[in-house]
Structures are given as structure tokens and as C-alpha cells.
Antibody
């Protein structure tokens, strides 16, 4: 059974940093691209970042480019999102999602980690 | 960037009703369109990919159609478990989600 478990969310001040983790199980982590998708309170879904199966290729939404970094530690089956220079508008539930067939289609999602950016 | 527009934003319906949600893309995305269901406090669930391919385990009352720029999600006979928010997503070029359609009980 595929499972994705996020951790690392919390309250941080504007300008601060936070690192999210997503531990994957139930599939061969090195064979699949992964993404982070976020959802601000009461709002819709917004893709944030993606990383290829090998970890060699990454992509970012314009809203986070230059501030967020996605990475994979294949030996630990763990996906990361390093978030720097956080803004109030980054407040959201962050989901990790496993890609299916193509890097941008998501067949399994974690339960999410809440990040609150506030002073 | 490809924009996705869903309608309606909110849909009120009763158990047993047939409902249709529409998703329009700002440019041709062929059939690279997915539908997700999300319940409050839960992660989205993939229902349909490539416009009309039902995921394993998804009830057959759900169906998807369309290509190019116009797509629909139809639920043939609403069940109590279907009241949720539905999102379309294009994955032809990167990916973009629609703004969502909240399906509520009338």
C-alpha cells in the first residue's frame, strides 16, 4: 500500500525558513517523480514544485522560484521541500504527491502539513 | 500559462440527481485532463485521468468526457458520499488546477 507521510509544518515568522519532509512507502521511490502541491485556507490547489524520479531535474511555480528548493533522498525514500524567505501568502497545507505516468499527474497524496507564516 | 476555468463554482443537488461539472482550458490540452475529488480536511483523490479513464476503484457512476478545451465530469446518480469539492487539472504543459466546484446537498 502506497503511503506518503509529511512532517515539518508549523508556525514561522515572515522571512523565516522551514523544511518539510515526506516519507514514502509501498512503492519504489527511485522510479517516480514527486511533487509538492499546496492549498491555502479555504482556497484551491496550487502546484508548487516537482522533482524527477532520479532527482536530477526540478521545477518550480513562479510564486516560489528562488525561495523554495525540492530534493529527494532516495536511500531514505524521503522527499523534502526547503522553504526560505517565507511570506504570509505561503500559509497553506502542503501535500506531497506521487506522480503517475507523467511528472504532472498525481495518483497518491499525503495527508498534508500545515505551514502558517505569521508574526 | 494555461488557465483552467470550472463551472459552476457551487452546485446544489440531491441524492439520485445527475450532475455535470464543466472545465474549460485556455488553450488546447488534447486529453491531458484529470479530475480529483476532495473532502474537507482530506487530501485530493484522483478519479479520472486522460479526460475519460476512470481510476481503479472509482464507482462507474463517475464519467469524464471531452478533448481540446472543453471537458465535463458527470455523476450519473449522486450518492451521499459524493458531496465534496471537485477539481480539474491540466497536465499538458506543466500543470494547472481549476478553482474547484463545491457539490453540496440541496
Amino acid at each position: 500500500e502506497v503511503q506518503l507521510l509529511e512532517s515539518g509544518g508549523g508556525l514561522v515568522q515572515p522571512g523565516g525558513s522551514l523544511r518539510l519532509s515526506c516519507v514514502a512507502s509501498g512503492f519504489t521511490f527511485s522510479n517516480y517523480a514527486m511533487s509538492w502541491v499546496r492549498q491555502a485556507p479555504g482556497k484551491g490547489l496550487e502546484w508548487v514544485s516537482a522533482i524527477s524520479a532520479s532527482g536530477g531535474t526540478t521545477s518550480y511555480a513562479d510564486a516560489v522560484k528562488g525561495r523554495f528548493t525540492v530534493s529527494k533522498e532516495i536511500s531514505k525514500s524521503t522527499l523534502y521541500l526547503q522553504m526560505n524567505s517565507l511570506r504570509v501568502e505561503d500559509t497553506a497545507v502542503y501535500y506531497c504527491a506521487k506522480a503517475f505516468g507523467t511528472i504532472s499527474l498525481f495518483d497518491y497524496w499525503g495527508e498534508g502539513a500545515l505551514v502558517t507564516v505569521s508574526s | 500559462d494555461i488557465q483552467m476555468t470550472q463551472s459552476p463554482a457551487t452546485l446544489s443537488a440531491s441524492v439520485g440527481d445527475r450532475v455535470t461539472i464543466t472545465c474549460r482550458a485556455s488553450q488546447n490540452i488534447f486529453a491531458w485532463l484529470a479530475w480529483y475529488q476532495q473532502k474537507p480536511g482530506k487530501a485530493p483523490k484522483l478519479l479520472i485521468q486522460k479526460a475519460s479513464n476512470l481510476e481503479r476503484g472509482v464507482p462507474s457512476r463517475f464519467s469524464g468526457s471531452g478533448s481540446g478545451t472543453e471537458f465535463t465530469l458527470t455523476i450519473s446518480s449522486l450518492q451521499p458520499d459524493d458531496f465534496a469539492t471537485y477539481y480539474c487539472q491540466q497536465y499538458n504543459t506543466y500543470n494547472t488546477f481549476g478553482q474547484g466546484t463545491k457539490l453540496e446537498i440541496k
